[in-house]
Each structure stands twice: as structure tokens, then as C-alpha cells.
């Protein structure tokens, strides 16, 4: 597996857990897209490295 696989797969389940935490109530949607946020910027940078 290369480094931008291991770093998508990184991000799909950080993603998941951040819907997952939604879905089950622990955070709201406010909370859910600031978090999702930070993962699309750090899988962005590890695209652009």
C-alpha cells in the first residue's frame, strides 16, 4: 500500500467515526463538520505533499 492509499484509507475512517459520533448522538453538526473539516484539510496536504 502506498503513502496516499494509507492516508485516504486514514481519512475514509476518520470520516466514519466522525458520523458514527453524530449518528449516535455525541455530537452535533456544528461539532461533526469542524472535525470532518480538519480531516479534508489534512487529507488535501498529504495530496499536495
Known sequence: MDDIEATV??????????YSEYDNGYT???ATL???ETHIDDLRDAVEE
Request: proline letters at 0%; glycine letters at 0%; charged letters at 50%.
Open 28 to 30: 452535533d453538526a456544528d
Open 9 to 18: 484509507r486514514e481519512f475514509l475512517a476518520s470520516a466514519d467515526d466522525c
Open 34 to 36: 469542524r472535525r470532518l
